[in-house]
């Protein structure tokens, strides 16, 4: 044998052999495993209402703060009181507690609601880049944080907060900076009355139409970016998104009306109230399982809430082959991360709403209510959050007028007679 | 704008002449109010490299294209003249970088028939499995980006991040690297197969065959695929026998056209050529893939009866001086026949040089093709004609 370069090199290791792919699908259960076994038995400790929990501890501390501050007005007015005078009376625990008291109660939700915007897309997109990794037999972020890379998104966000904020030179400057803006504010506004397990931040009465009205705003922003940036890809990318997020609106508002006729009311805590029971004392009343009607809306709400986030196969809209990424092509660091963050909050919005109308929300399975009714809509959640993530790495992308076909000629007409299904079933 | 030199016909302009000058003008009709100029190119995600294409767009159906090249140009057709004929064998690496084997094999081919010597029988068998092997790394990469540009990721990494890196890996054992591999000489071949190699190749073959189901249910059969690729870009048969388009491209139109068919050393190995009849993106996606098929066969023929003996022929390692004549070789490459004239006048180095690449005449079919399908189309008929700009500039 002549001497050659592998003699030197040494055999080369094969990168992809039959035990190391099954060493990564057993990995990647036990990851799963790690995560949710201990959250899981968190939130059974807790139970029900975590609030409560919060109240205790909040009350306790609340209840120190007062006393340190009696005894410091006390030990003050001793001190003051040697020169005839004395603190007003207002100024006593009682009173500056309770106005703590007041104003945390009042501020938490509003609080929580922008933390949840902010955190929930960091987690989806772990989520998405681990799931997306072992979908296509690589690892994902593996070093930062040390445990699966589970700081990336944060160490990603960093790094855009940090980057230069670009405008184009002959950008519409105004137009270009408001888009992002526009594009999350809905975003925030809609988590509210969705009830997260039992109770909902704020509960509307018409929170149904009311999330479904005000995320459709989203795409004036898409409209704004796509003009504001004087790019021609991106103004091909508004355009699509605007005329594709109109078009599937009027399916997906009417693939969820048989759900409002069979609960008679709009209120997502009442839809969810509705969906609680068995069946026959086995199958949960979630609407999925309601005969053939139920089924018919889940897949339609599915499919144009896919539609609406502008996630494959149909993001026409930032369809990276063609439009180099479509509206946002010239938004750069933080305004670039505000879409990002919008997106994935849309993603968990539209989510969020399917479990409620589809999946029972916080119903649990039978025998399962020992697990607390936030751990199944989160659980829920998730699981649809899983199938965008699944469809995003499975699919082409279609083509912008098979697009609009898919949506006049076939979800419009069977959404319509869901409807007419939905009312012969229900007389 | 003054009048450019150059022969008719052929883009050779600056990026102004060809947005307002007159060269843009004679192409397609002026710019009308309801019609916008869109830019694609050079860079761009999905034009495969530093392609050009200016787009005339009425709302998102093209009106006009026009193909602009030469961003990549590096002279290698000139840089042949200052080297002699065994240094300039790196040099036809560079061109179509995903198939470089073949490359090397066209070059040598042509010096071989120069020099009149012929090539053992073992080194022969070796070209045919790394150039098939290559063929089939080459192809990966077409399905791969093909998925991509349809708007599929998840394939591109499962053909170019794990069965193509198999091919890598092997080739990396071959000859150290793992892109350009210079691996095939005049005379022969750099070196014998290591030990071992020929039970990777084959286990590579097994893998691969069970990797062609799993792109057809993910990719191949995909009816968003379909949607995308059926019937899209159609190049008739008699369209592409004018433009002098070849290989699998011409195949995917319906004609039977191989040069492995007719080549002698081909003819020990039984092999199918894969035809398409329809001659759209989905076709051309399928000859590739067939071919993968069909490849792999000879792979695994060439290394069950692969001949002992020695890898070189006897020609001199340097001061080599073929004979003052002409000499043209081709063979079918990865993207059509891959053909290399050569002229040398009796020195060290040769006089002239040209190579026939496929992915430039290729190239040259976008305008007619393009005209009257989408935005979105253009992206899957440029991503199916499968070009290499390493290759179309040289």
Same mark, same amino acid.
């Given at each position: ?65 007062v006393w340190v501050i009696d005894l410091g007005v006390k030990i003050a007015n001793a001190g003051v009181g040697l020169l005839g005078w004395r603190f007003p009376a207002w100024l006593s625990g009682a009173h500056i507690g309770g106005l703590v008291h007041h104003v945390v109660l009042f501020l938490l939700p509003f609080v929580l609601i922008l933390m949840v915007v902010q955190l929930l897309p960091a987690v989806i997109v772990w989520m998405e ?81 009311f999330v479904l009205a005000v995320s459709g705003l989203a795409v004036v922003g898409m409209l704004m970016a796509g003009w504001g940036s004087n790019n021609k890809y991106t103004v091909l990318g508004g355009l699509r998104a605007a005329a594709q997020v109109v078009s599937y609106e009027i399916p997906r508002v009417i693939s969820v009306l048989p759900i409002v006729m069979w609960a008679g009311t709009m209120s997502l805590s009442g839809i969810m ?142 959404? &319509? ?6 009312? &012969?079933?229900? &007389? | ?215 057809d249910d993910l990719l191949s059969y995909n009816p968003i695929f379909l949607d995308r690729t059926k019937g899209i870009g159609v190049l008739t048969k008699d369209k592409a026998i004018n433009c002098g388009i070849t290989g699998p491209n011409l195949r995917a139109s319906g004609a039977a056209l191989d040069l492995r068919k007719q080549d002698p050393l081909y003819s020990k190995f039984d092999f199918e050529m894969a035809v398409r009849e329809s ?116």
């Amino acid at each position: 044998m002549p001497k050659g370069p592998w003699e030197v090199m040494g055999p080369a290791v094969p990168s992809q052999t039959d035990e190391n792919i099954r060493g990564r699908y057993v990995n990647s259960f036990k990851v799963l495993a790690a995560l949710v076994i201990p959250l899981l038995l968190l939130t059974v400790l807790v139970g029900e209402d975590p609030y409560q929990i919060f109240l205790t501890v909040f009350s306790f501390c609340l209840g120190v703060f007062v006393w340190v501050i009696d005894l410091g007005v006390k030990i003050a007015n001793a001190g003051v009181g040697l020169l005839g005078w004395r603190f007003p009376a207002w100024l006593s625990g009682a009173h500056i507690g309770g106005l703590v008291h007041h104003v945390v109660l009042f501020l938490l939700p509003f609080v929580l609601i922008l933390m949840v915007v902010q955190l929930l897309p960091a987690v989806i997109v772990w989520m998405e880049l681990k799931a997306a990794a072992h979908m296509q037999v690589r690892l994902g972020p593996m070093r930062v944080g040390r445990w699966h890379g589970w700081a990336q998104p944060f160490a990603d966000g960093i790094k855009l907060f940090l980057k230069e904020d670009l405008v184009p030179a002959k950008a519409n400057k105004w137009t270009h900076f408001l888009a992002p803006v526009i594009v999350l504010a809905p975003a925030y506004i809609c988590y509210a009355p969705i009830p997260f397990g039992k109770t909902a931040v704020v509960d509307l009465d018409i929170g149904l139409l009311f999330v479904l009205a005000v995320s459709g705003l989203a795409v004036v922003g898409m409209l704004m970016a796509g003009w504001g940036s004087n790019n021609k890809y991106t103004v091909l990318g508004g355009l699509r998104a605007a005329a594709q997020v109109v078009s599937y609106e009027i399916p997906r508002v009417i693939s969820v009306l048989p759900i409002v006729m069979w609960a008679g009311t709009m209120s997502l805590s009442g839809i969810m109230t509705a969906q609680e029971g068995l069946y026959a004392g086995f199958l949960p009343k979630w609407f999925i399982f309601y005969p053939v009607v139920g089924q018919i809306s889940f897949v339609i709400y599915l499919i144009t809430t896919v539609a609406e986030t502008n996630r494959t196969p149909f993001d026409l809209a930032e369809a990276e082959a063609e439009l180099v990424s479509g509206f946002h092509t010239e938004y750069a660091g933080i305004k670039f991360s505000i879409f990002f963050i919008a997106e994935y909050a849309y993603v968990f919005l539209g989510c969020a709403l399917g479990a409620l109308l589809f999946l029972g929300g916080g119903a649990p399975l039978p025998f399962m209510g020992w697990i607390p009714s936030y751990v199944w809509f989160f659980g829920k959640t998730f699981f649809l959050v899983f199938l965008f993530i699944w469809f995003r790495w499975t699919f082409p992308r279609i083509r912008v007028d098979r697009l609009m076909e898919f949506c006049w000629k076939f979800l419009l007409p069977w959404s &319509l007679v869901n409807i007419a299904i939905a009312g &012969l079933l229900m &007389l | 704008m003054s009048e450019l030199p150059g022969p008719a016909g052929t883009i050779n302009a600056s990026a102004d002449d060809l947005i307002t000058g007159p060269l843009f003008e004679t192409k397609c009709e002026r710019i009308s109010e309801t019609e916008m100029l869109l830019n694609m190119g050079p860079q761009h995600p999905s034009t495969h490299g530093v392609l050009r294409v200016v787009l005339k767009l009425d709302g998102e159906v093209i009106t006009d294209a026009v193909p602009d090249v030469g961003y990549l140009h590096r002279g290698v057709e000139k840089l042949a003249e200052n080297r002699t004929f065994s240094q300039f064998n790196i040099l036809t690496d560079r061109n179509d970088y995903l198939c470089a084997m073949l490359n090397n094999w066209a070059y040598c081919g042509a010096v071989e028939n120069l020099l009149k010597t012929s090539v053992p029988e073992r080194a022969q068998y070796i070209r045919v499995i790394v150039g098939e092997l290559n063929r089939v790394a080459s192809h990966l990469v077409y399905i791969g980006t093909f998925g991509i540009d349809i708007g599929a990721f998840t394939p591109f990494l499962y053909a170019f991040g794990r069965e193509r890196e198999i091919i890598m890996d092997l080739f990396e054992q071959l000859c150290g690297a793992r892109l350009t591999y210079n691996f095939i000489r005049i005379g022969g071949v750099m070196s014998d197969l290591p030990e071992g190699w020929i039970d990777k190749a084959q286990k590579f073959v097994g893998h691969m065959r069970h990797c062609l189901k799993e792109y057809d249910d993910l990719l191949s059969y995909n009816p968003i695929f379909l949607d995308r690729t059926k019937g899209i870009g159609v190049l008739t048969k008699d369209k592409a026998i004018n433009c002098g388009i070849t290989g699998p491209n011409l195949r995917a139109s319906g004609a039977a056209l191989d040069l492995r068919k007719q080549d002698p050393l081909y003819s020990k190995f039984d092999f199918e050529m894969a035809v398409r009849e329809s001659g759209d993106c989905w076709d051309r996606y399928m000859v590739r893939r067939d071919e993968i098929e069909q490849s792999l066969r000879i792979i695994e023929q060439a290394l069950n009866t692969l001949p002992s003996g020695d890898v070189m022929a006897k020609i001199p390692k340097i001061n080599l001086r073929p004979p003052a004549g002409e000499s043209y070789y081709q063979l079918e490459g990865a993207r059509g026949w891959l053909g290399v004239y050569l002229v040398s006048n009796g020195d060290v180095k040769p006089y002239r040089l040209h190579i026939r690449a496929p992915s430039f005449i290729n190239v040259s079919l976008l305008q007619e093709l393009l005209k009257g399908w989408k935005i979105a189309d253009v992206v899957s008929i440029l991503g199916s004609i499968d070009i290499v700009l390493g290759e179309v500039d040289r």
